[in-house]
């Protein structure tokens, strides 16, 4: 009798026992899966038509291959995004990771409202998968308060079809040979833009003409923080452009969505864009057999043969928030989206080049000419000399109205530039 007793009381410690191993996956109440951690990851690129599906389906594969967390997207506008981060911030609402400009880092950094990526993701880590080129982009202060998701430069493309029709026989190299593509190219059909500049967004205007304003040798603000933009070099470099807009090459009132849209229907020449451009182009209707014939990417026309091309370097970076859930998992994800397999289905569907080594070396990337020739024109890229500033966006407001003012013919290149100087001396901070 005391042997079945024993028995039994054994059987029922074995039974508690089972149960406990079961409750870290099960409710112990019902015996179904325990909730996962719900976190909430916010950007821009799911917003864009292009990008919906991937982005989309980079997630749905994440929640359905792992019990540590589910992710779910909200999103806005490239323009509305950095706003929307900091009022989610200030307002204790759901924001876990997020995808953000390189040029945003600054502000983000100030507010002290981000993860140091090194007690999350692991220093070493990191600098085993990520070069440390890439990875100085997001440390500011010793602290890696961002890792790369893709990055490369903001370069120009060209309608290979386009120019040949048009009598363009080569590729231009030079200031000179460009304009005198963009005068062949509206004397063919006037109803194609020749060279479709972003003139409406601050961000995009201010960082395309800042390399422009490099290539005549000029500069916004030099190295050691001194406001430099009224210069004789950008005076050049100004009236140079607004010729272009004067000789119709360029439109007023153009983003970079537009010129995107207008590309893929074969009615704009050339225009600035990051190393995605084939892929969007690709989501805006160019057929898989037409992409060669429609888009090429191009270094930025120097100003005497033998300059460097000039390019601002562009980039998406990961960052997790203080207010986050679960730091560990949301750390969890972000190595999930920058991994091999993620990142080269990324950069099937996009173009954009993976940052973590495996998949840089991965022969689909290696081989791959839009990729490699793109990697060329990153090699003398240099960051937007407002993106250093917390108030970047506040200066590259600053510049692309004095720019606008002169393509408008308001001002003359030179006032546009002496207020500029002015306006941009009283907001460096």
């Known amino acids: ?73 909200v999103g806005w506008p490239w323009a509305n995004t950095l706003q929307q981060l900091i009022i989610r ?175 893929a229907q074969n009615k704009v020449a050339f225009y600035d864009d990051a190393i995605l451009a084939r892929g969007i182009a690709k989501s805006n209707g160019v057929a898989a057999d037409k992409l060669d014939a429609t888009i090429q990417p191009m270094a930025r026309p120097v100003l005497k043969a033998g300059d460097k091309p000039q390019s601002t370097l562009w980039g998406h970076q990961l960052v997790i928030f203080k207010s986050a859930k679960d730091k560990a998992k949301a750390g969890d994800f972000i190595k999930y989206l920058i991994s091999k397999d993620t990142s080269l289905k990324y950069f099937d569907a996009t173009g954009s080049v993976p940052v973590i080594k495996s998949a840089i070396n991965d022969d689909k990337v290696k081989n791959n000419k839009w990729s490699s020739e793109w990697l060329k024109i990153t090699e003398t890229g240099k960051k937007a000399e407002t993106q250093k500033y917390e108030n970047d966006s506040q200066l590259a407001t600053i510049v692309t109205e004095e720019i606008q003012n002169t393509l408008l013919g308001t001002k003359t290149p030179k006032k546009a530039l002496e207020d500029a100087q002015n306006r941009l001396q009283q907001n460096i901070n």
Request: aromatic residues 8%; charged residues 25%; contains cysteine.
């Open 1 to 73: 009798m005391k042997k079945v007793k024993i028995l039994v009381s054994g059987l029922l410690v074995l039974s508690m026992l089972a149960g406990v191993g079961c409750s870290s996956k099960t409710n112990e109440a019902s015996n179904k899966p325990a909730e996962k951690t719900k976190l909430v990851w916010a950007g821009w690129t799911g917003e864009e038509e292009a990008n919906k599906g991937i982005i989309k389906d980079m997630i749905s594969t994440y929640n359905t291959s792992t019990d540590k967390a589910e992710i779910s997207w």
């Open 89 to 263: 911030t200030q307002s204790n609402q759901d924001l876990d990771v997020a995808q953000v400009d390189m040029a945003w880092l600054s502000t983000l950094a100030k507010m002290d409202v981000l993860v140091d990526l090194n007690e999350v993701l692991g220093a070493d880590w990191m600098k085993e998968n990520v070069s440390e080129a890439a990875l100085k982009s997001g440390n500011i202060g010793g602290k890696q308060l961002a890792v790369p998701w893709t990055q490369a430069s903001i370069g120009m493309v060209y309608n290979p079809t386009i120019l040949k029709n048009a009598g363009v026989t080569k590729v231009p190299e030079t200031v000179d040979e460009f304009e005198a593509a963009l005068k062949k190219i509206k004397e063919y059909d006037k109803n194609i833009i020749p060279y479709a500049a972003a003139t409406k967004e601050a961000g995009s205007i201010s960082k395309d003409v800042n390399a422009w304003f490099w290539t005549f040798g000029g500069q916004y603000i030099s190295e050691d923080g001194k406001v430099a933009i009224n210069s004789e070099a950008n005076e050049k470099a100004l009236t140079w452009y607004k010729g272009l807009k004067d000789k119709g090459y360029i439109a007023m009132d153009l983003t970079r969505f537009d010129a995107r849209q207008l590309f």
